[in-house]
């Protein structure tokens, strides 16, 4: 069972759905939590302000990094969450604990180079602009 999960929209915790339930079999082996790890990031960039204090700047953001991923996979997440306005669950690194965001998912780009043996290794899927639900 995935602690991590998903749905189409913002502000849609009711819809979220664990990843290995999104397309049976598609996901199916995403449930154990070393298949998928998170980076989670406080802000998108630090600048030094004018008393030379770094000062956070942007939102909260959160990658998920797949060991692999299928073309059929991709191919489903590329379609399900097209406009890419999204809700997920997923870990706060910085509060220990797992919490619900409506987020903008960004797609990888993925080159042939990224491909072997039909699927693609160590897929980053990110998700920025987090607002706490």
């Known amino acids: 069972m995935s602690s991590l999960k998903i749905a189409v929209g913002n502000n849609n915790a009711a819809g979220l759905t664990e990843l290995e339930d999104l397309s049976p079999p598609l996901f199916d082996l995403f449930g154990p939590s070393e298949a998928i790890k998170t980076e989670w990031h406080d802000y998108e960039t630090r600048e030094l302000a004018g008393d030379h204090i770094y000062v956070n700047i942007g939102r909260p953001w959160v990658a998920w990094i797949f060991d692999w991923m299928t073309r059929a996979e991709m191919a489903y997440l590329r379609t399900t969450y097209a406009t890419q306005l999204v809700t997920i669950r997923t ?43």
């Open 91 to 133: 870990l706060n690194k910085a509060t220990n604990a797992y919490a619900n965001y409506s987020a903008t998912l960004v797609f990888p780009e993925l080159g042939e180079t990224d491909y072997d043996i039909g699927i693609w290794e160590k897929v980053r899927i990110e998700f920025h602009d987090l607002v706490a639900l």
